[in-house]
């Protein structure tokens, strides 16, 4: 059976003090064996804490992914971060697609698939974003939309591409808000996804994707989601920011 996956993205939040000392108090919880896990963890800290972050966790099981990475190799691009300097600190994955820098960013599935092509070429493992609107979701639109996604960005990749890809099917309508899609709501569609996959690069490879479920995800509802067949993890903002509640997700 595959490993489940919780990645914990903390956006915009935690300092240095903060990321350091939450990194630290997690890691001897677990190596104390307080708690009980047999997940896949990944962290995703703000860029100035990348590197620090990393050399804490190095030669542990966790790792460490970025938030985002710009598009282009290298240039006059004010305030941006490159893949290539990611790999230079010893960064291996990334987040790409998140909602919130589609809506703040402008972020299109043509600057995202370019966004996909960089990640590659600097071999950093891609957990790639999709999901739709509240609106989407009542004109019953959500599976063409999330169609639609997936295939101007990340079906455009050939097969060999594929591997260590994470899908994280996140409905906007549900993320920061409060609101959860329901297990089944969400199981739904994670099936649809891996339909999709199976359509496009066939079962074996399908199997293989990580469809992480995110949106709400929180310490009393995680085991609900995890237990269904086709969520394989989650993707956890909010609640990944106390460590006392990313602890609870980690052992649900
Ligand atoms: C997210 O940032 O991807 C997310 C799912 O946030 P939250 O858990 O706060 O809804």
Known sequence: MKK???IANWKMNHDFYETTSFLRNLLKILLDKKINHKKKVIIAPSFPFLQISNQILQGTAFSIAAQNVHQMENGSYTGEVSASMLKSIGIQKVILGHSERKKYCYE?????????????KYRLNIIFCVGE??????????????KNQLEETVFQCSSEKM????????????????????????????????????????EKISKKISILYGGS???????????????????????SLQIEKFLKILSS
């Open 163 to 202: 591997i260590d890809f994470i899908i994280a099917y996140e409905p906007i309508w549900a993320i920061g808000t409060g609101k959860t899609a329901t297990p089944e709501q969400a199981q739904k569609m994670h099936k649809y996804i891996r339909t999709l996959f199976i359509d496009k690069y066939g």
């Open 217 to 239: 995800l929180n310490e009393i509802n995680a085991k609900n989601f995890f237990s269904k067949e086709d969520i394989d993890g989650g993707l956890v903002g909010n609640s």
């Open 4 to 6: 489940k996956i919780v």
């Open 133 to 146: 609107t509240f609106f989407e979701r009542e004109r019953k639109e959500q599976f063409t939309v999330v």
């Open 108 to 120: 299109t599935n043509d600057i995202l698939l370019k966004k996909i092509h960089i990640s590659f």
